[in-house]
């Protein structure tokens, strides 16, 4: 696993901003990182012409800058450097893949907003654009790691998902499961009876797991559940029986294969990036 060592949070002075922060400090801690940039972007385009006059003597960058200083002064505990930076630009997602890149940045956390008020950052844009890791954080997120699920499609590519869970075990002690959904293919279902097509598919799926966890030699305890999508699509099972399941962590890929209904396929990894997740979502890059 690559080392993180500067990570971004993306701030907007929304109710999510404490939540982010707490989160930052908890896996700055946890992971030794060296810096938390804190990030706000004044989209000073969307202020009315009515306020022009008003804000025309003010310092935004200043008030804003200090406003989040105390703020982060405030919640940010661990003993990592922090700095917050404050800038305008029109594309918020442009600006912070900037910073990704000037600070080389490992792990971006922003906030899951899909069912909230406010300006957010979070998108299908930025998911493609960003070649760090990303770490999105429900307002309702709390900073721990107790019980983590890692998405495989057993690909090669998915090994890189089971580093960051190994080394997340490591430093939280959090148990860890190897997770894959699947649908039957429709194109086979009127010609073989479901209940065998099922039982088919989770035998050699069964196989391949065993094949896979044998070959990334992970280190740690790893247990494996392979859960049948039914009716519903993967990223939507996948979402209900997490939270059912009390799961603090979900880490899936950026891509993958696509064999049945992979948990690395890019429109699921979308889907599950802008549904209203109760658990925090890292996508591995």
Same mark, same amino acid.
């Given at each position: 696993? &690559? ?13 999510? +901003? ?16 060296? @810096? ?11 202020i ?8 025309? +003597? ?6 804003? $800058?200090?406003?989040?200083?105390e ?6 505990? *661990?003993?990592a ?5 404050i ?7 442009? #600006?912070?893949?900037?910073?990704v890149? @000037?600070?080389?940045?490992q792990l ?11 300006t957010? !950052?979070?998108? $299908?844009? #930025? ?14 997120a709390?900073?721990?790691? &107790?019980?983590?699920?890692a998405g495989?499609?057993? *690909?090669?590519?998915s ?13 939280t ?8 959904v699947?649908?039957?293919? !429709?194109?086979f ?10 039982l088919?598919?989770e035998n ?5 797991? +065993? ?12 247990t494996?559940?392979i859960i049948p $999508? ?5 990223a ?16 899936? $890929?950026?891509?993958?294969?696509? &064999? ?16 209203? #997740?109760? !658990? ?6």
């Open positions: 696993m &690559t080392e993180i060592k500067n990570v971004l949070v993306a701030l907007d002075l929304s109710e999510i +901003d404490s939540t982010l922060i707490e989160y930052a400090s908890f896996i700055a801690e946890t992971l030794k990182v060296k @810096k938390v940039y804190f990030v706000h972007n004044i989209k000073k385009y969307e009315s012409e009515l306020f022009e006059e008003q804000l025309r +003597d003010l310092n935004l960058d200043e008030i804003i $800058g200090d406003e989040l200083n703020k982060v002064e405030e919640k940010f505990t *661990s003993s450097q922090w700095e917050v930076l800038s305008e630009d029109p594309y918020s997602e442009s #600006l912070i893949n900037y910073i890149d @000037k600070y080389e940045i971006a956390l922003i906030g899951n907003k899909n069912k909230l008020k406010g957010g !950052v979070v998108s $299908g844009k #930025l998911l493609r654009l960003l070649k760090c890791n990303i770490l999105s954080i429900p307002k309702s709390k900073p721990v790691i &107790t019980n983590i699920w495989t499609d057993f *690909s090669s590519a090994k890189k998902i089971f580093e960051v869970a190994e080394n997340l075990q490591k430093t002690a959090a148990k860890v499961k190897a997770v894959h699947y649908n039957v293919p !429709v194109q279902s009127p010609y073989i009876q479901k209940e065998h097509l099922d088919k598919i050699h799926l069964k196989e391949k797991n +065993d094949k896979f966890i044998e070959k990334i030699g992970f280190k740690g305890e790893l494996t559940e $999508g039914r009716d519903s699509g993967v939507a099972k996948l979402r209900s029986k997490a939270e059912n399941s009390k799961v603090d962590l979900i880490i899936v $890929g950026d891509k993958g294969r696509n &064999t049945f209904s992979s948990l690395l396929v890019g429109s699921v990894t979308d889907e599950l990036f802008n549904q209203d #997740l109760e !658990v925090p979502l890292w996508i591995v890059k």
